[in-house]
């Protein structure tokens, strides 16, 4: 699991390191994963978040822009359902 993480820690570690919002880590979703019952869940502790994908065959990147909204992203090109995961901020939380 080259590119994945193994716990929250290691996804704060990560965002700390990426605090603009970019994450070139990449993602590898769950295999049966990417359908309206079972969306590609992105994790999030922000209100929208840029999503990238690499066309296989050209190579070109595409973007698109998910929402912590409740709602499930149909993605035509890619034949793939999306939703935001959110983070809790345990910062914010512990100032309130």
């Not at 070139?24 to 969306?39: C, I, K, M, N, R």
């Amino acid at each position: 699991d080259e590119l994945g993480i193994d716990g929250i820690e290691e996804l704060d570690e990560l965002e700390e390191k990426n605090m603009e919002g970019y994450n070139d880590l990449g993602l590898v979703p769950p295999e049966g994963s990417g359908t309206f019952a079972s969306p590609i869940l992105i994790p999030s502790r922000m209100a929208s978040r840029q999503v990238g994908y690499c066309d296989p065959e050209t190579h070109a990147m595409y973007w698109f822009t998910i929402h912590h909204d409740s709602n499930t992203y149909y993605i035509k090109d890619l034949g793939l359902f999306f939703k935001m995961l959110p983070i809790p901020d345990d910062e914010a939380s512990a100032h309130h």
